[in-house]
């Protein structure tokens, strides 16, 4: 029994840092209307910020290329290194405030969730490239002498974590419930117009919480650093659980948010007990994989507690794009990629295939994000189960080609209507937070698994083969093979053309009535929950081939190709290209995927390839403010004035005859 109670009180170290997080993340929410899926991301940088003033005084700053620290002479004490880390948090997060999320005040959800993750992708880029991926710690904080508990000995800095968690969550309920500027956050909050009416700025008190959450960031991300380490990946990551925790209070209780943080971290420790007595349960990710548990239960018993705020200003999504003529753009499309096919050559042409692969993935976007208006923050889960399961089908099983494509792009359907249920409650931001932790669970438990994906060596992927030829992209010493390209081209060409048909069938009216207004889809006779469910499961089946297209291309595929940044960094590109329309999955794969053709011609010339995902992340937040229809729907006036010039010429239209005399007018 002590051991079991040890383990419990070991856990308050992480739950402390969720609860931390989660009061930042009440806060954001009820004063911005904002769920902060980069708030990981800012503890993460603070906390480097306070390692580099503590190592050798160095102060640092969230950009790359240009000097990137500035020296204060020698490495500070603990004490005056927390206080400039925490102002420096106040001053970063009143800079993020005006800049990003403030103008977003009057934004749709699906564009507040595409900045904020865009944040955590620059952010987290960022102190890759800053500091590496090599995990650092610092002396300890606060006091860790063993203390004696009814006979157990536990680490004091477990409870200074509990203490230090309960009483930021009393203050800040004291304040927000006592003082001025606690009741006018929440008169804000219920209603902005109203609150302007009587001389409240919404804007100042969104600045003031912002700040104050960023400062409870800097805090969680200081205190941990000695227990966990600091890393990019998994402090970044720390939003999950925190999301789970602050849904668990409905994004408005301080109290709970504190209480639910510390029992989902003993939570985690105790099942790592678990671990070592019951055999049985799986031995890696389920600790990791506890607060998706936590969120899809909320998420049912809560559906409606993350409510919509009071706004001013009317909500606009994403515009759409209308293919005219299909089956011609298809044709005009697959001789344009025949052509480049045969033009490149070497890593060009290799580039080019990783293009194609990345419309896939896009299209499927399009048909979820773009067609029906659902935030999903797991495709590449979807592509990853399909992928994986393509080795076990065509190696393991021995399924030929194309049946064994087929079966493993089907196998991600399930999946993604099972991921999808949440939807039939749920909608924007809440549904991203559910995907996102699913994405996670099986980043977690599934794709760890060696006995499915084969652990670091990963799996290989047999050639395709139809008809007796080898269509794969290597053969003897022969790569990247122009044959494979044009499997590729054809398989995306038909994707490319179901997307732009369905966008004018019965079934995508139905996504799009469905995407303005669900009750008013609902009293027209539309079944919502249906198409929502068809949405999902078509979106996981292009997922999905998109997963089997890339396992064909790498010949071995690994569990970090799929990993939960993976598929951040697909709805980055897509939303930045234009996430509502099948051009902008064309942008989105040429010209701004991290192995697309652009970017690949442009790191060979300038070797700039390592900075894709800090551009991609700040175009994503710089796109949700100034263009949110995306590249594609904004072409640039030159090849707006060249397709009028060329609808001009090449129109015909049948010469009128000339009247010999004009018809005289007729008189009543």
């Known amino acids: 029994m002590a051991s079991w109670i040890l383990f419990l009180l070991l856990g308050l170290g992480s739950g402390a840092v969720y609860g931390i997080l989660a009061l930042g993340l009440v806060l954001k929410h009820r004063s911005a209307g904002v769920v902060d899926f980069g708030h990981g991301a800012v503890a993460m940088f603070i906390a480097y910020v306070y390692l580099g003033l503590r190592e050798d005084g160095s102060l640092q700053f969230p950009w790359v290329i240009i000097p990137h620290s500035l020296s204060l002479g020698s490495p500070l004490a603990e004490g005056p290194a927390i206080v400039v880390s925490l102002v420096y948090a106040a001053i970063l997060g ?18 507040r969730v595409c900045a904020s993750v865009g944040t955590m992708l620059a ?83 969104g600045a003031g919480n912002w700040v104050i959450a960023t400062v409870l960031a800097g805090i969680a991300g200081i205190l941990i650093a000695p227990v966990s380490t600091v890393d990019p990946t998994s402090y970044t990551l720390f939003i999950v659980p925190a999301l789970g925790v602050a849904l668990v ?59 919509a705020r009071g706004t001013v200003g009317e909500l606009k999504n994403p515009s759409l794009g209308r293919p005219s003529r299909p089956y011609t753009t298809t044709a005009i499309c697959f001789a344009a990629g025949l052509l480049v096919l045969l033009v490149l050559h070497g890593s060009l042409l290799a580039a080019f295939m990783a293009s194609l692969v990345s419309i896939c993935l896009s299209l499927s976007l399009v048909v979820l994000t773009g067609y029906v208006g ?94 007796g030829l080898d ?7 022969a790569y990247p093979r122009v044959i494979f390209g044009v499997f590729l081209l054809v398989v995306v060409c038909l994707v490319g053309l179901l997307v732009a048909r369905l966008r004018n069938a019965p079934a995508g009216r139905m996504f799009i009535a469905v995407r303005s207004n669900e009750r008013a889809a609902a009293a027209v006779g539309i079944n919502v929950a249906r198409t929502k469910l068809l949405a999902f499961g078509l979106s ?86 100034k263009q ?37 007018a007729v008189r009543a």
């Open 123 to 205: 952010l987290q880029a960022i102190a890759v490239l800053n500091y590496g991926t090599t995990a650092k710690s610092t002396p300890t904080i606060l006091p860790s002498s063993p203390i004696q508990l009814a006979g157990i000995t536990v680490p004091s800095d477990r409870l200074w974590f509990a203490a230090i968690v309960i009483a930021l969550a009393a203050l800040l309920s004291v304040v927000y419930k006592r003082t001025r500027f606690g009741l006018a956050t929440r008169a804000s909050a219920e209603n902005e117009r109203g609150a302007a009416l009587v001389g409240l700025s919404a804007n100042r008190i």
């Open 94 to 111: 009143a800079i993020m405030y005006w800049l990003i999320y403030r103008p977003l005040r009057n934004a749709t959800a699906l564009t």
């Open 540 to 625: 996981a089946f292009i997922a999905g081939l998109g997963g089997c297209l890339f396992a064909y291309q790498q010949q071995t595929i690994s569990p970090p190709s799929f990993a939960v940044f993976t598929s951040l960094s697909l709805l980055a590109v897509t939303y930045v290209a234009g996430v509502g329309r099948i051009a902008g999955a064309v942008v989105a794969g040429v010209m701004l995927s991290g192995t697309g053709l652009l970017v690949t011609a442009l790191d060979k010339a300038f070797n700039i390839g390592k900075y894709q995902l800090v551009v991609a992340g700040v175009l994503l937040t710089l796109t949700a403010i």
């Open 471 to 477: 269509i794969g992209i290597a053969k003897g010493d």
């Open 374 to 467: 659902q935030v999903s923050l797991a495709q590449m889960s979807f592509a990853g189960l399909s992928g994986f399961e393509l080795s076990h089908l065509a190696g393991g099983a021995g399924i030929p080609f194309p049946w064994s494509l087929i079966l493993a792009s089907l196998v991600a359907v399930p999946l993604g209507l099972l991921i999808g249920l949440p939807a039939l409650r749920l909608r924007g931001v809440n549904l991203a937070v559910v995907t996102l932790a699913a994405a996670f669970a099986l980043d977690a438990l599934l794709f760890n698994s060696e006995s499915f994906t084969g652990g670091l060596r990963g799996s290989d992927i047999p050639s395709p083969a139809l008809f």
């Open 249 to 307: 209070a409905r994004f408005s209780s301080f109290a709970v948010a504190a209480a639910a943080g510390l029992a989902l971290g003993m939570l985690q420790s105790e099942i790592t007990k678990l671990l070592s007595v019951w055999d049985w349960l799986p031995q890696q990710g389920l600790p990791e994989a506890l607060p998706f548990l936590l969120i899809v239960i909320a998420m049912t018993v809560f559906s409606r507690g993350v409510g």
């Open 628 to 664: 949110p229809d995306g590249i594609a729907a904004s072409p640039p006036p030159p090849l707006v004035k060249l397709g009028a010039w060329l609808s001009a010429r090449l129109s015909w239209q049948p010469k009128k005859k000339p009247n010999a005399s004009p018809r005289p």
